[in-house]
């Protein structure tokens, strides 16, 4: 169903599928993954790191959120980064962060 909707399948394996160029609150993610448990979707990601501190997408991504869900119900700022949440109805929430970690590579990374 993916593939006939346009979407990039990459790969898959128990319970997530691995997409890539996924259109998203106005923005386009280079990697997501979705989530699968008792036949239906348990949650996404969607994932964007530049190699240098840049809060763009954070902050263009917060805005949009803000403007489809109202102000956010926790705001938190673990080790050099941002996460924020917003609660919605029957426990879904969307959680938006901002963190530096290390890559496969050992680089360090911004997501």
Avoid: C, K
Avoid at 23 to 40: E, I, K, R, T, V
Avoid at 53 to 77: E, K, M, Q, W
Wanted: a neutral charge.
């Amino acid at each position: 169903m993916l593939l006939n909707g346009g979407y990039r399948v990459y790969s898959y394996g128990n319970n997530v599928i691995y997409l890539n160029d996924v259109s998203q609150l106005n923005m386009l993610w280079p990697d997501a993954q979705l989530y699968y448990h008792n036949g239906g979707l348990q949650r996404g990601e969607f994932i964007y790191y530049t190699p240098y501190y840049d809060t763009y997408r954070y902050n263009s991504v917060y805005s949009r959120l803000v403007a489809l869900y109202g102000d956010p119900v926790i705001t938190n700022y673990p080790s050099n980064g941002m996460q924020t949440q917003w609660f919605g109805y029957d426990g879904r929430f969307v959680t938006l962060t901002y963190q530096p970690m290390y890559g496969e590579d050992g680089r360090m990374r911004y997501y």
